[in-house]
């Protein structure tokens, strides 16, 4: 199955620094930054502790079975959840348009992605068409969460 990067990428285009969210605490800013983070983390470009690497491998692939048994709808799953800290946005010098663009080029890395598996950095190794699911899903819900999907 495929997931709809591109478009994800198309509706980015209509968040700015004022969009304000339908529910939660992030700014538009955190909430790119946080999905930044979603992706950089589970390809393992940011680090995460030893404690959140046991924990994801014990309780992660229950939390995925418990995405699926929502059918990864973005209107099940709960407003305002708890976030793991190695996911929480992050003060950053970095400008709003470029992590935009860091967005996009994040989202298109894993949409390239050709491999049947993929190692996740908190799940272990997870069919790729499972990941990009994931990713598609979070970042879906937060644009949901913005008003622009």
Same mark, same amino acid.
């Given at each position: ?12 285009? =209509?968040?700015?620094?004022?969009? /304000? ?15 930044? !983070? ?29 995405? @699926? ?5 973005? !209107?099940? =799953?709960?407003?305002? /959840? @708890? ?11 970095? /400008?709003?348009? !470029?992590? @935009? ?21 908190? =799940? ?15 970042? /879906? =819900?937060?644009? !949901? ?5």
């Amino acid at each position: 199955m495929t997931y709809d990067f591109d478009s994800l990428i198309y509706k980015l285009n =209509y968040l700015d620094e004022e969009t /304000s969210p339908k529910w939660g605490k992030m700014n538009s800013f955190q909430m790119i930054n946080h999905c930044n !983070n979603f992706i950089e983390v589970s390809l393992g470009y940011q680090k995460i502790s030893i404690w959140t690497r046991l924990f994801g491998r014990f309780f992660g692939k229950l939390f995925l079975k418990y995405l @699926k048994s929502l059918d990864f709808d973005i !209107n099940k =799953y709960p407003k305002n /959840s @708890k976030t793991l800290k190695e996911f929480k946005p992050f003060i950053s010098e970095e /400008s709003f348009l !470029n992590q @935009k663009n860091r967005l996009t080029e994040n989202l298109k890395t894993v949409n390239e992605l050709k491999s049947h598996y993929t190692i996740h950095n908190i =799940y272990g190794k997870i069919e790729t068409s499972l990941f990009k699911k994931t990713v598609h899903f979070h970042t /879906s =819900y937060h644009f !949901n969460q913005f008003g622009i999907l």
